[in-house]
């Protein structure tokens, strides 16, 4: 088992939350989402937080939600899409954590994605996950300390997760 973080990171669709929560569940490690403590904290939707105080408000909460969870005994944080393409959440993660980079092949993303569920993507389409994951697809496998394939199914991913949780990476 980690005796510090793993932070997962990747594409919005590529599978963080899912495989973080069942992660969790398999290895006994707390999960924490920090698009959820978010949405929580301020009594809303990812969406309607979007849509009321605007993206850069967003953004200092990702920031603070890091902050926050960097406290608390070593867990599995699944961040959103946009987390890691900040300097400073970056610092947080490599200072505080095991990177984990949940690779998932675009085509395999756009075929099952749900737009309105995704505040940056909602309004522009499949048109601007396409020109996001050319964007932030460098940054993301520039500073991850481990690369998932999420290309062979949830399974397979599953149990390469639990590996890393489990030290084996």
């Known amino acids: 088992m980690l005796e510090r973080h793993l932070f997962i990171i990747g594409m919005p669709g590529c599978g963080k939350s899912s495989?973080?929560?069942?992660?969790?569940?398999?290895t006994g490690m707390p999960f924490a989402d920090t698009d959820g403590l978010i949405a929580q904290a301020a009594g809303c939707t990812v969406?309607?937080?979007f849509e009321q105080y605007g993206e850069a408000a967003f953004r200092t909460a990702e920031t603070n939600s890091l902050s926050l969870l960097t406290r608390v005994r070593p867990s599995i944080i699944s961040t959103g899409g946009g987390t890691a393409m900040?300097?400073?959440?970056?610092?947080?993660?490599?200072?505080?954590?095991?990177?984990?980079?949940?690779?998932?092949?675009?085509?395999?993303?756009?075929?099952?994605?749900?737009?309105d569920r995704r505040p940056n993507l909602q309004a522009k389409g499949l048109g601007e996950l396409e020109r996001l994951y050319y964007e932030r697809m460098p940054v993301y496998r520039s500073f991850a300390d481990v690369t998932l394939d999420n290309s062979q199914g949830y399974h397979a991913a599953l149990a390469a997760m639990i590996r890393v949780a489990n030290g084996y990476y």
């Not at 495989?19 to 398999?26: D, H």
């Open 47 to 49: 969406n309607e937080f």
């Open 86 to 115: 900040n300097e400073l959440n970056r610092r947080i993660m490599k200072n505080w954590g095991l990177i984990v980079l949940i690779d998932r092949p675009l085509e395999d993303i756009m075929g099952d994605i749900k737009l």
């Open 19 to 26: 495989l973080g929560k069942r992660t969790a569940k398999e």
